[in-house]
């Protein structure tokens, strides 16, 4: 793992975060002054569940993926971070363990943003307060959405409407001439909810309907069939 001081464009970008943008110039700049940017490997882990959060950390580039394991072993995928943003805001302002693991799917480079720093202006500017319940309601509407696609919409829906928002989230992440660089197809999965064998059966109607093609890479090939198949699914 190596890192480095940030650059002004990157700090420009960080200063989006709706957690720093009520900073103010001169304390977002103090803040920054103490961050660095790590660059991590493909396999390596930003954190691990259990762990005590010390850092709050924000994405530049990369892809991150989020998941929980079972008491037999059992992975979950959560949750795939492929735009830059921030994460893990809450859970290190709290200085609570994390409950996920956090591992990095392709080479990332983050921000890391140390704790005790942002508590202190916290402390000093009451405002922040606010935009740290703005993240948090974000979070709650991700995951109504989530338990409402699982107990609503089959599982057909849910790989397409998968597909369509991971296309829109990091499109310019290509592998190639109109292809994404999606996770491998047991994450997608276990993202949303159903068996290696149903995902399978789904990816067969897909393609037969001309909405993607499987290969190597999964790639749509027709966005208005995937975005019906989303819709409409039976």
Known sequence: MRSRPLSETERDLVATAPLFSALGEER?????????VECHAVGEYLFQAGDIADHLYFLLSGQLRLVRISAQGEETV???????????EAISLAGRAYPVNCEVMEECEIVVVPRDACVALLRSTPRVATDVLVSLIEWERFLLDEVYKLRHTKPLQRIASFLIDFEDRSGEQSVGVNAVAYPEKRQ???????????????LRKLEAAGAIAKGPH??????????QSAQMAG
Do not use: N, Q, W, Y
């Open 28 to 36: 977002f700049r103090d803040l920054v002054g103490k961050c660095r």
């Open 218 to 227: 999964l790639k749509i090939l027709d966005r208005h069939i995937l975005e």
């Open 78 to 88: 959560m949750h795939f971070l492929t735009r830059a943003c921030a994460f893990a």
């Open 188 to 202: 997608i999965a276990s993202r949303i909810g159903v068996t290696p064998e149903t995902f399978s059966r789904s």
